[in-house]
């Protein structure tokens, strides 16, 4: 099992540009979530899924689309990119079991937008 | 919604002393606490978690404590070496798939 698996690993865009980042897992989890990681602030969710066709926003949407068509794939779209948007960018994916909530995580894509 | 504060943001110790992070939550709701480990450049991994109707959990050298009353937890590490060196983040969850996390702990341990 490959686990969660992103692409890219690094991206630069100019500022304006669009670009989506890939996100895909193969443990048949049907929870997956969108983080962005900056500097002194952790990990704050920016989209997640409980299931194809089921998407919901998190606590730093703005600027960002997500989309479920398939258990397996995640992709986050970034609309016009912005500098504020410069981070680290994991996918995770989840099952729930009980309360337990066990998140796996991609290996990230480190974007700058200049 | 959830809100989880971490301390201290930095924590240097001598390899052999014991480390402790502390967090705090604000949703009474929340019954799920899981700790990550982040090495530099590499992705969060799940450590050690506990739920809410347990009071402590260990795991070799790493332990975690809950007190529902106060909402707070605590990542207790013995013996420290200097593979620990790394980010924690501690986490909470209401059992809803999501997890709110705090800011990370930066752990450094010199030999």
């Known amino acids: 099992n490959a686990g969660v698996t992103q692409t890219p690993k690094f991206q630069v865009l100019k500022t304006g540009q669009s670009m989506t980042l890939q996100c895909a897992q193969d443990?048949?989890?049907?929870?997956m979530s969108w983080y962005r990681q900056d500097p002194g602030m952790g990990l704050r969710l920016i989209h997640y899924?409980?299931?194809?066709?089921?998407?919901d926003q998190g606590e730093v949407p703005n600027g960002y689309n997500v989309s479920r068509s398939t258990t397996e794939d995640f992709p986050l779209r970034l609309l016009s990119a912005a500098p504020s948007q410069t981070s680290v960018y994991f996918c995770?994916?989840?099952?729930?079991?009980?309360?337990?909530?066990?998140?796996?995580f991609g290996q990230g894509t480190r974007l700058t937008v200049v | 919604g959830e809100n989880v504060e971490q301390h201290p943001s930095t924590l240097s110790v001598q390899e052999g002393d014991s480390a402790v992070i502390k967090c705090t939550y604000s949703?009474?709701?929340?019954?799920?606490f899981p700790w990550y480990k982040q090495e530099l450049g590499k992705r969060p991994q799940l450590i050690i978690d506990?739920?809410?109707?347990?009071g402590e959990k260990k795991d070799q050298r790493i332990a975690v404590t809950l007190n529902k009353t106060a909402k707070h937890f605590s990542l207790h590490i013995t013996e420290t070496q200097p593979e620990d060196s790394a980010v924690y983040f501690c986490?909470?969850?209401?059992?809803?798939?999501?997890?709110?996390f705090g800011k990370g702990t930066m752990l450094l341990v010199s030999p």
């Open positions: 995770a994916s989840s099952y729930v079991q009980g309360a337990n909530t066990e998140a796996f």
């Open positions: 443990m048949n989890h049907e929870y």
């Open positions: 506990i739920r809410s109707n347990v």
């Open positions: 949703d009474s709701a929340s019954n799920y």
């Open positions: 986490a909470a969850s209401t059992g809803d798939s999501t997890l709110t």
């Open positions: 899924s409980v299931g194809a066709g089921i998407t």
